[in-house]
């Protein structure tokens, strides 16, 4: 019998809408309203991806500053789907000027909009002759010819094509670029804290938390820090970076410092792009001390613990190196790596491969492995196994980043080790 999994998204393929996208690009940019061209369930949909990302941000003992700018639908009909929507837009857009008097407005395409045909492009070009504002349209259209990424690089292209330009650049200050849960974001805290403890200022976050009025900062900004993740968003983010530096001039850095190694060298590589590598490796030093005090106290449960790693996400989206080197600095035992039936052969030899780089790991399938886990201690897992008796830590999408990202992974290894609790799941 195989090891049980809860659920499972094995698929490769991407099904998702352009509409969040366009709105997360622009979602805290203060003078900004976004319509979306749509029924009124889409606007519904991505506010309550924001109100759930509120509720994990205050969960995590952080809060936002500011709230997200103005969201209106045009709240198409089943009638206009026949007869055209284009009447409903232009009065919604004469709606939001009235009632907000915004300094832009950001119109998203629905996958109705894009049946229908509507000529969205015309009608944003003779609201912006008609209210004296920059009116924005992307050519895609919800799930029909777009998804996420299409609408979120697409904003944020015409956001510098139309508001950037060159300006003279102020030495001691950085964009971050991206966005992982914002400014109150794991991931924006931590970089920004490793950079103030160089004496470099973020001047802010760019595209979705910068006000309308502060996008021309963008062009003073001496380096640009890409919070990047992999796949699709490291691609985007990149390709972003790269027309800001060529636009601008601004010169970047995509790394993402998600591992104590990772970190160690992107605090290297940050001190090179800024000059400052003197004030790196004062920080580098710092940070090092900090972690070894607190990895010897966590060796004190953690060594000779028997491990097992679970894997059943495809390589382009868990890269297991960083895992390893947890498990490898916590001097855990892991008696095995378990691949759970989650993978077509090619996506699984791409995962052996890249677990081939450490030939000394025992290589287990599902069917194997579950006898591996009556005998663990811990399991790390990118999965929720169904199995109660065993305690589980589930891997994130996307994990935290920097010391401290590597320090509270640590840490809530060294609490299920310590608990007495038996099984039970606990989350990055």
Request: aromatic share 8%; net charge neutral; glycine share 8%.
């Amino acid at each position: 019998m195989a090891i049980k999994t809860k659920r499972f998204i094995s698929s490769r393929k991407s099904c998702s809408c352009s509409m969040p996208g366009v709105w997360r690009a622009v979602a805290y940019c203060e003078g900004v309203v976004v319509i979306f061209h749509s029924p009124k369930a889409c606007a519904h949909v991505a506010r309550t991806m924001d109100i759930n990302a509120q509720y994990r941000t205050i969960a995590d003992g952080r809060r936002e500053d500011v709230g997200p700018v103005p969201l209106l639908a045009s709240q198409l009909e089943e009638k206009h789907s026949i007869f055209g929507g284009v009447e409903r837009l232009e009065a919604c857009i004469a709606y939001a000027v009235q009632e907000y008097a915004p300094e832009c407005l950001v119109i998203a395409n629905s996958c109705v909009a894009g049946v229908i045909g509507d000529d969205v492009e015309s009608v944003a070009r003779r609201a912006e002759e008609l209210y004296k504002l920059p009116v924005l349209s992307l050519d895609c259209c919800g799930f029909l010819d777009g998804e996420y990424y299409q609408g979120y690089y697409g904003i944020t292209k015409l956001l510098v094509d139309r508001f950037l330009q060159p300006l003279p650049r102020k030495a001691g200050q950085v964009l971050l670029l991206g966005d992982n849960g914002g400014p109150w974001g794991h991931y924006a805290q931590e970089v920004t804290r490793l950079l103030n403890a160089m004496g470099v200022k973020v001047l802010g976050q760019f595209p979705g938390y910068m006000p309308f009025k502060e996008l021309p900062k963008v062009a003073t900004a001496e380096a640009i820090i890409v919070l990047g993740g992999r796949g699709q968003t490291h691609i985007g983010l990149s390709t972003i970076a790269k027309l800001l530096q060529d636009k601008l001039g601004i010169p970047y850095l995509a790394e993402y410092p998600v591992g104590w190694e990772n970190t160690k060298k992107w605090l290297v590589d940050v001190g090179r792009l800024l000059g400052r590598e003197q004030e790196a490796a004062r920080v580098l030093a710092e940070e090092q001390k900090l972690f070894a005090n607190r990895l010897q106290d966590y060796l004190k449960v953690t060594s000779k613990k028997k491990t097992v790693l679970c894997i059943g996400r495809l390589l382009q989206y868990f890269h297991p190196e960083a895992v390893l080197t947890t498990i490898r600095l916590l001097q855990l035992d892991l008696m095995g790596v378990v691949l759970l039936n989650a993978y077509d052969p090619k996506e699984k030899q791409k995962m052996v491969q890249e677990l081939g780089k450490h030939p000394e790991l025992r290589l287990y399938s599902a069917e194997e492995g579950e006898a591996l886990l009556e005998e663990a201690e811990l399991v790390l897992t990118t999965h929720e196994l169904q199995n109660k008796q065993i305690k589980q830590i589930f891997l994130p999408m996307l994990p935290r980043v920097g010391t401290r990202g590597e320090l509270d992974f640590m840490e809530l290894i060294y609490r299920r080790l310590c608990s007495r609790i038996k099984g039970g799941l606990s989350y990055v």
